[in-house]
């Protein structure tokens, strides 16, 4: 699915999905889809694209019969928690070590390539999520959870990554081992919270 620049008609952002299989309880017919790729040009960021591009492949998937999207980003990156946690009500119960191996790019090179997989619960099926996922952002006031704890990470960790890379690794070294004895113990990462002082995963364990 494409997002497009209505004057000049060209192509401002994307998002590719694929079918795939799924052992999740819950997926319909077994069967999810996977977010592969998703982008915005750098100069159309931070105008809602990103989001309607998101809700756009949500519609296509449930026209699909298909009520589950998954797919990976960088826990450490704050904008992307934002988007993926708290707007759309993504969950998070899997952590992967240095999942994409060495990277040259600008975006990860020089730091282990650890993941969350993330589960996108369409019609708020999901057995563990504690959100009210068929309307994005809301919550259901009946999933009151009995434990909850938060993780903070970076709000910016490009930027801690230019100005101090040993302070980067760090980070992810103490997040990794904090996120994978939090998914351990049936936690799971259900929101996000950001002001330009601090960044933190909200997680919930019933």
Known sequence: LGAFDRRS????????SFLAPSALPGAANGLSHHSHMAAVAPEWQ??????????????AALAQGINLI???????EARNAWLNIHKLGAICRTYHRHYYGEMRDELNAGIATDRFEV?????????????AL??????????????????????DFQSL???????AKAWRMRTRL????????????????ATPSRACYILERR
Not at 50 to 58: D, V
Not at 119 to 131: I, K, Q, T, V
Request: hydrophobic letters at 35%; proline letters at 8%.
């Open 178 to 193: 904090q996120f994978e004895d939090a998914f351990s113990r049936g936690y799971v990462a259900v929101d996000f919270n």
């Open 46 to 59: 931070n105008r809602g694209i990103g989001l309607s591009l998101k809700l756009a492949q949500r519609e």
């Open 119 to 131: 589960e996108w619960w369409l019609d708020g099926s999901a057995p563990a999520s504690h959100r």
């Open 9 to 16: 008609g060209d192509m401002i952002g994307f998002v590719l």
């Open 70 to 76: 998954t797919w990976t980003y960088d826990p450490l």
């Open 134 to 155: 068929a309307v994005p952002g809301e919550r259901n006031p009946a999933d009151a959870p009995t434990c909850r704890l938060e993780i903070d990470i970076p709000p």
């Open 161 to 167: 990554k230019r100005n101090d890379l040993n302070h």
